[in-house]
């Protein structure tokens, strides 16, 4: 049996991370490959980072496509190879005509939800503008929302599966750029980074819309640090590189931002 109590210690996500040390111990007991519901990427991170502080097993995340937000992790013991084919997945279209009266992300996931389906069993959603969106689910579930999403807003809508070479998601553009600064503030670095003023980096921290390290982050004044990882929905995520200090004591910040 894990040291559960020892283990989650100080973690933020508890409960989950309970329940993926209650799976890395069947994993353990059973010598299969057990795999969790999708995760937020702070879960993923906490539970791999916990994951690996114990020597027995091994573990593989995995959503659809590489820069997927939501993923399920597969686990092991160490001796078990992983790879992201033993991690079951499956892919919806949710079609129908939004000329008229167009849906977000918000919208298609409240649909979702109001199956009754639970959070943890569906991943990325993918908008598609007036054709409707794409989600990424657990396979036990098609049947069941193929015959119950029916509607998303006023819009009847069609929900059936479709084969991966189908998903609608196109590569990140990457783009490696330099910016000096005179301190680490996220506002700062940020605006620099994703090609907008301070102030109006200012308000999207300020209203929530900014994560660092996939946590809200309300304060412009927040610094940052190298490996940091700051995202805003719609509008890509700013990966922190190496600082140095120039002569002048300002910062030169190396950053890589992926749209």
Known sequence: MLPKDDLLKA???????????????????TWEI???DFLTP??????????QRLTDVHSLAWGGYPQAER???AIARTDIPLDPSQIPLALLTVGGNFMFDP???????????????ERGKVGDIIVLGERGAQAIAVPELVDFLTQSLIQVRSVPVKTQQLDWDQLRVRPPQKKELTTVEASLRLDAVASAGFGMSRSKMADLIGSGDVRVNWKPITQPSHPLATGDLVAIRGKGRLEIGDVAVTKKERYRINLTRYA
């Open 11 to 29: 973690v933020e996500n508890r409960d989950c991370l309970a329940r993926v040390l209650d799976q890395a111990d069947q994993a353990i007991k």
């Open 34 to 36: 057990v795999v969790t």
């Open 42 to 51: 702070p879960e993923q991170m906490e539970a791999t980072a916990l994951l």
């Open 71 to 73: 993923q399920r992790l």
């Open 103 to 117: 849906a977000n992300h918000g919208d298609f996931l409240g649909a979702l939800l109001g199956t009754g389906l």
